[in-house]
């Protein structure tokens, strides 16, 4: 990934592509080659898109967004660890979603440490219909070892649905793990509600739209719901512990890097409106 690219460079890029367009490829696809390109359809309006990036660029000069710890909670029954995450980020829903499926994403590097901390290896689509596409993928992160990041190789299968911004996991092979999956998905933050909606309480992002005239920004809730069983005998004190420590470290340090890149998509300059409609309009 590096540094991932603003806002503007973002709605550049998705505007060449059709909105809603339905998928050209087969229902049941099993690729031989790697493939990292970025999905070829947008779900959501390019224009409010457009408007939401100028609204937190805006926002971002005046009254800067307060990036909220992640809030962790993890619970142990049965032999399996749930660990559920709520993180609020000061992106759109579809912007965050799309930031996190982003194949060429798929690095979260820490600039400070200049370290990789999750990277794709490879990537073959199984299934593609509509917004939902399913891969088989080899991942690497990098976990924290008593301060060591060590690489830990992760084969999964993947299930994501780019509309419902809902995306499931299942484990191929993850070493020290018996079992391991999971799903995350991104909500909408009606942000300026109180203040520009005054006693209307919005539903849905339609009313919020129009009970602020438009100028409300959009944040996101990202709630991950993790499962895991960790092969004998690190599914036993004092080896569990340490597993269930390394997982909360080497998640904190990812959901950092997601709050960074969050910073420097709200402080990036959105491309200029008429640059973006006129390679739509060439479609």
């Not at 909105?19 to 947008?42: H, I, Q």
């Not at 390019?46 to 990036?67: F, G, I, V």
């Not at 995350?184 to 919020?208: A, G, H, N, S």
Request: one cysteine or more; glycine letters at 4%.
């Amino acid at each position: 990934m590096g540094v991932f690219p603003g806002f503007g460079s973002w709605i550049n890029q998705n505007s060449q592509q059709p909105l809603k367009a339905e998928s050209k490829r087969s229902e049941n696809v099993d690729s031989e080659e790697d493939d990292f390109n970025y999905p070829d359809k947008v779900y959501y309006d390019l224009k409010e898109a457009q408007k939401q990036a100028d609204l937190w660029h805006e926002a971002e000069k005046k009254h800067p967004w307060h990036n909220a710890s992640p809030k962790i909670k993890v619970t142990h029954e049965n032999g399996f660890y749930h660990m559920n995450i709520e993180l609020t980020v000061g992106l759109p829903p579809y912007f965050l979603y799309n930031f996190l499926i982003d194949p060429g994403s798929g690095t979260f590097r820490d600039l400070r440490k200049r370290r990789n901390l999750m990277e794709n290896k490879s990537r073959k689509i199984l299934f593609e219909n509509g917004p939902r596409q399913m891969m088989r993928m080899e991942k690497s992160v990098a976990c924290n070892v008593f301060g060591v990041y060590i690489p830990i190789s992760m084969n999964l299968i993947v299930d994501e649905n780019r509309k419902d911004l809902m995306t499931q996991y299942k484990k191929e092979k993850v070493r020290f793990m018996k079992a391991f999956e999971g799903n995350y998905k991104v909500e909408p933050i009606f942000v300026d509600k109180e203040r520009l909606c005054k006693k209307r309480i919005p539903m849905t992002q339609e009313e919020y739209k129009k009970c602020s005239g438009g100028q409300g920004k959009l944040a996101s809730k990202l709630t991950i719901d993790q499962y895991y069983q960790p092969y004998p005998p690190f599914n036993l004190p004092p080896l569990s512990w340490f597993i269930r420590g390394m997982t909360i470290k080497t998640s904190k340090s990812l959901l950092a890097q997601v709050q960074d890149t969050s910073i420097a998509m709200r402080t990036a300059t959105p491309m200029p409106e008429e640059t973006t409609s006129n390679k739509h309009e060439k479609l």
